[in-house]
Structure formats: C-alpha cells, structure tokens
C-alpha cells in the first residue's frame, strides 16, 4: 500500500474513473499494471537480505523508474464521455387528453414560425409528470443528439412545467402592481352610454 | 400589397382571418378617414399584426385610427394588439367590461408575476396593452349598449355600439376571476378561462341608412340574459333598420348560429363573411349549407384544409420526431382578406366585395 501512495504522489492526480474516456482507460489500466509490479519489487525487496534501513519504502523512490501519464488536457476536450444537445425545442399546451393519448398545440422555440399540433401518448411521460397532466398544462419537449461511451442516439424529453409558486415579496409587488395599472384607467363616461342617451 | 385606399365617400369593412388559429382582425373605416381595428393577429414568420401592414399597405395615416378594440381574451383574437396600440397613437383601447376592475388587474398582475418567473402568462398581451398606454390615452371598459365611437360627417351620422356582453356576464366574470385567483398557487397552467365566447363583444356599425353586425367570437347559449338571446331581446341600440353585412359570430359555428338573428336583424341575402378554425373544423359543412340557405354571398377567408405533415426540418431528425408521437402536423399559416365598400352618400349603394390572397367565395 505505501508503494502504492509513493506511486500516486509520483505521477500526478489520478482521475476518477467515471469521468474517464475509453482512452483514458487504457492509460489507466497500464498505471495499474505498474502499479503491480512495484508492488511485487516492494516485497520482493522487504523480504530479500539488504539492511533494515534500505527496505523503508521511502527510500525505494530512487530505484524505481519515473513514469509519467501523456498529456490528456486536448484529448479530453474533444472526447467527452456524455453529450446532449438539443436541435429542436418546443412549448406545448395541452388542448385535449384521455386515458392514453394527449393532444398538444406546439410553439416552435427553436426556429418560429408556424405552429403545430401533435398527439403524443402519456406513456412517454414520466409518472410525476403524468399528475400534472391537464388542460392547458405547459410543457417543454426537446428532440435532439445524446452521447453516452462513444455511442450517438437520438433522444426525445417532455417535461411539464412545475408548480411556481410566489414569496411574500413577489405577492407585494404584484399588489403594488395593481395600483399602477388602476391608474391607467379613467373613469367611466357614462354620458356615452346608448341607453341613457335615448 | 393591397395598395388601393377607400374613397372619402366610402365605408369599408375589411376582415382578415388566417385560419389555423391565428386569428382575426377587422378594420373599418367611416366618416371621410376615422378608422377602427377590431382584434388583431399576427404574420407567425414576420411577428407583425396583419392589420398593421393591410393599413400601411394602404397608406392610412396611423394617427387616423379612433380605437382599438379587443372583443375578448382569446389567443386568436390578441396576438400583436399592444403593437398596434404603439403605432396609433390616438388610438383609445376597448375590452368587455369588468365589474370589479381591481380584482381583474390583480389577477392580471399576479399572473405577470409568474411570468417572470418562467409560467406562461395569458394576460400578458394585456398587460403589455395597458402598459402602452400613455396620460393621455385611456383605456375603456364597453359593455352591452354602449357607444364606441360617434361622428357626423357629410350630414350623415356613424356611430359605432357595442351589444355585449350583458350585465350577467360580466357579473359571472366576476366570479370567474375570484376563482381564478384562488386558483393561483396551483401548478403552471395557461389560465383558461370557461367560456371567454360569451364575454366577447359584439358591435353594431351605424350609417345613414346601413347597419353592419359584427359578431365576434359571441355565442347563442341557452341563457336569455346572456349571449345572442340577451341581445335579441334588450338591445337599446338595435332599431328596425337591418344589416345588410355580418360577421358570423365564432367562425360560423352553429354555437353561433340563431335563426331570429336572419329573420330580426339582417336584410335578404346579406354579405356573410367569417375566418374558419381550422383545428377545430370550423364551419362545419352542415353549417355551410345553413347559411347559404341564407345567403348567396357567403365568404371564407381561406379553405379549410391540413397540411398533414410536420415542419420541413432535417431529414434525420424529422424522420425521429414522427416516430416519437402519433401524429405531428403543421398548421399552415394561409391568410386571406375579405373586403366591403360601399358609397354612404347613396341611400342605395350595395356593397363591393374584393377578396385577397387565400380568401374564398363559397358556393
């Protein structure tokens, strides 16, 4: 285990493995072969006939050879290991639903321009989204390009929009709100109403 | 471009409709150059109202524009309203009465709150309306028999009456709002409201002679002191004289449709003319042959017909959204504009009728 951490400390900041690329993988199982074979020459040594104070591991630095990782900076900018990107969005308001079907007027976000209306099925909702299923229910959907360990798909997310709720400060300023727009309004003329000019 | 501007002689109702949903506008002109816009829609491509660039179109001077009016909240009827109330400056802003006005605006205002943080708003052309409007120009709440607009010219009186909505209506909207405040702290939904048809207002165009009936989005129901029923039957402002054009009320549903409005307030053969909704079928075939039962001057702004398919995209990607729901289709964006003129110094003009683009004579 010393060797180990002698080794780590030696060749850098490990990097965890679930932010790995393939390549970076291979790199890393070469690491632990070596790793392995530092190991054996630590025993190797702790139980050959050199003095005492030649087995501490400390010491063992100088006879091991360097190893150094490649650069991964450049490589890891361009390979990643997940990716989405979204190519079309869209804003749906939900016009009609039955039990298993929904239907849809959709704002194009991405492009603009014409509407359209779609039905989709509620089985390709996720079961909290199915409870805010409604008549006039908003929701996002986005169709677009995921990758995940080198494989490319196509992917398609809908999600409702979630509950907005207003803090004490918001309701004020919405009150306050109220004021200004009343004071836009001027009263009544009711010498212009038909009925008590007749 | 329709170029070609009225004669000082002339009135014009002019309705332009896309169909699809999205929406409708009338513009009118009376007396020798005071104009009107009733509702509003945009170009989805160019975001502008269409009766902005009918009226540029034209080369009416914007300053010309008497008033705006918003004949109720419904998507269709709203889009770009705010717009147009920048580029008329003298423009007074009409919407159906409320019979509290501080509980609607704090609905409105507790709905912009939201907006701003991310729910879609409903009202928020509404809010951007008032917002535009200026010390010197008003708002102004019309109810049933109420006078819009009013000027003598050429010895001859215009005057332009709101017929809607009722005083139950508005009391019932009254309520309706109470509950949607309540309401607001639930989960992010558009605020829909029950039946915005029946708080539309519907107008009565008067000159000389002539009557125009402007139906809006207003329904028969079954209430008689709401809707068509209310009218029909207290109208202060509808006198003997009949209406030789109407817009049929709710893109000529049948929910629209009342047989004593043809027998009571219209001529024989009178010019019809409405937008259809395309997504909800609108008008119905057996609707279409009611009024033509009525009429031989029966307009369309456009056929009603799908597109069927989704927006062209990239194929790969087009191919993959197909799959992912069970049907997906454009709703095409056509438009088309329905105009009338008529010479108001004769006592026996008939209406001139030119239609544009995609509008259609039906047969």
Not at chain 1, 25 to 43: E, H, M, P
Not at chain 2, 10 to 21: A, F, P, Q, R
Not at chain 2, 103 to 126: C, I, N, R
């Amino acid at each position: 285990m010393e060797s180990s951490k002698t080794l780590t400390a030696k060749t850098g900041n490990w990097i965890e493995e679930n932010s790995l690329t393939k390549y970076e993988l291979t790199l890393n199982q070469n690491a632990n072969i070596y790793r392995k074979l530092v190991g054996n020459y630590v025993n190797l040594v702790n139980h050959s006939t050199l003095p005492n104070e030649n087995k501490e591991s400390a010491k063992l630095e100088s006879h091991l050879p360097e190893f150094k990782f490649p650069t991964l900076s450049n490589h890891y900018d361009i390979v990643q290991k997940k990716f989405s990107k979204k190519v079309q969005r869209w804003q749906g308001v939900v016009t009609k639903f039955d039990n298993s079907t929904f239907e849809a007027r959709l704002k194009d976000l991405t492009n603009g321009g014409t509407d359209e209306i779609a039905i989709l099925e509620i089985n390709d909702i996720s079961p909290e989204d199915k409870e805010l299923l409604s008549v006039g229910a908003v929701f996002y959907w986005s169709a677009g390009y995921h990758m995940d360990n080198g494989q490319i798909y196509k992917r398609s997310d809908i999600r409702f929009q979630r509950l907005i709720t207003l803090d004490s400060e918001e309701f004020e300023s919405a009150l306050n709100n109220v004021d200004i727009l009343l004071a836009k309004f001027k009263p009544r003329d009711f010498d212009n109403d038909a009925s008590l000019n007749k | 471009m329709i170029t070609t501007p009225p004669l000082i002689n002339e009135v014009e109702v002019t309705l332009i409709g896309t169909g699809g949903g999205y929406g409708e506008s009338i513009i009118i002109k009376y007396g020798n150059d005071s104009w009107g816009i009733i509702d509003s829609c945009i170009n989805p491509h160019t975001q502008s109202p269409l009766a902005l660039e009918y009226l540029e179109g034209i080369k009416v001077d914007l300053k010309k524009i008497n008033f705006i009016l918003c004949t109720h909240w419904h998507n269709d009827h709203i889009r770009g309203l705010s717009i147009l109330l920048k580029k008329c400056p003298n423009a007074e802003f009409c919407f159906a009465r409320t019979t509290d006005l501080r509980k609607f605006l704090l609905m409105v205002s507790l709905d912009h709150q939201k907006a701003q943080k991310g729910s879609p708003s409903s009202t928020d052309e509404f809010k951007k309306c008032i917002d535009a409007l200026n010390k010197s120009k008003f708002p102004n709440e019309v109810a049933c028999d109420q006078v819009i607009d009013k000027l003598n010219e050429s010895g001859i009186d215009f005057t332009i009456y709101s017929l809607s909505p009722s005083p139950k209506t508005c009391h019932d909207f009254n309520i309706e709002i109470s509950e949607l405040i309540t309401d607001f702290g639930k989960r992010s939904t558009q605020i829909i409201n029950k039946s915005p048809n029946n708080k539309s207002v519907a107008l009565l165009f008067s000159f000389g002679e002539y009557r125009v009936l402007l139906g809006s989005d207003l329904e028969v129901g079954h209430d008689p002191n709401e809707g068509w029923l209310y009218i029909l039957k207290n109208s202060k402002v509808l006198d003997k004289k009949r209406s030789s054009l109407f817009k049929l009320p709710h893109h000529g549903s049948a929910n629209g449709y009342c047989i004593d409005i043809f027998n009571n307030l219209l001529t024989k053969d009178p010019v019809l003319k409405t937008t259809p909704f395309k997504t909800h079928d609108l008008p119905r075939k057996d609707m279409i042959k009611v009024y033509l039962n009525h009429s031989n001057n029966l307009f369309l702004t456009s056929y009603n017909e799908y597109n069927s398919k989704p927006k062209k995209r990239d194929k790969s990607l087009e191919k993959f959204i197909v799959k992912s729901v069970l049907s997906i289709e454009e709703i095409k964006f056509t438009h088309g504009i329905i105009r009338s003129r008529l010479d108001y110094t004769k006592t026996d003009s008939s209406w001139n009728i030119e239609l544009f683009n995609a509008a259609i004579k039906v047969t």
